[in-house]
């Protein structure tokens, strides 16, 4: 998936002409959270600031993907037998995402990009992190989460599933997505789980890029 999002200051977004597919998230303090084995109980490790955000509601769909490839004359990468124009993109790298924030940013006049690790687990929680109250940790099977014992292998489509209290789909499973590279020369990071993964990954998951078939 891509998950493209605007960023800037609250005043300076509510100023501009937002796409009605996308959600705001509020600005708020990322976590970095530890189990602490002997106290039996999570710690923060650290608190970084997030500044306020919009963050598009659905993961791409291959219909979205196309227009992009079709107005830029680039090559559309291959989907598998289960796509189809409501579905996710995948087979994307991690250019591929760049470059189309970069042309939504030219089509909006508005500065687009991927969410890094932090603000994209901060939308997942809704913000929560000292419990498992938000929609993502909630027992599974549930309408909010397509993984490997509810898709049949394949994904489903986009809005094919329940949002989360921001109103953002399928950010725990369905496909993985990408993350911003915030220093040159780190891993990019894939986020999300897949319709591949069980229960363990298909939560609030990070991970290095694995099959690019499960990637958007």
């Known amino acids: 998936e891509i998950s493209a999002c605007l960023v800037g200051s609250e005043m ?3 100023d501009r002409n937002i796409p009605a597919h996308f959600s705001y998230v509020e600005q708020g303090f990322y976590e970095q959270l530890m189990y602490d084995k002997e106290a039996n109980t999570t710690k923060s490790l650290f608190s970084t600031e997030i500044n306020p955000f919009y963050l598009n509601r659905y993961e791409v769909s291959v219909q979205d993907y196309k227009q992009f490839c079709d107005a830029t004359k680039r090559q559309m990468p291959t989907q598998p037998d289960w ?3 409501k579905m996710p993109v995948v087979n994307i790298t991690y250019y591929d995402a760049i470059d ?3 042309w939504l940013s030219k089509v909006y006049n508005m500065p687009f990009r991927l969410p890094t690790k932090t603000e994209w687990e901060h939308a997942a929680r809704n913000g929560e992190y000292e419990t498992n109250n938000f929609i993502y940790a909630a027992k599974m099977p ?3 989460v397509n993984y490997i014992e509810n898709t049949n292998n394949k994904p489903k489509c986009i809005s094919c599933a329940q949002p989360n209290e921001l109103g953002l789909y399928n950010m725990s ?3 993985w997505e990408w993350t911003l ?3 040159k020369g780190e891993t990019t990071l894939v986020v999300g789980g897949s319709f591949l993964n069980d229960s363990s990954l298909s939560l609030i998951h990070i ?4 099959r690019q078939a499960e990637i958007s």
């Not at 991970?207 to 694995?210: D, F, L, M």
């Open 12 to 14: 300076c977004i509510r």
């Open 181 to 183: 590279q915030q220093l």
């Open 83 to 85: 796509s189809n124009a």
């Open 207 to 210: 991970s290095e890029p694995t």
């Open 173 to 175: 499973g369905n496909v």
């Open 100 to 102: 189309y924030c970069s």
């Open 142 to 144: 549930n309408e909010f």
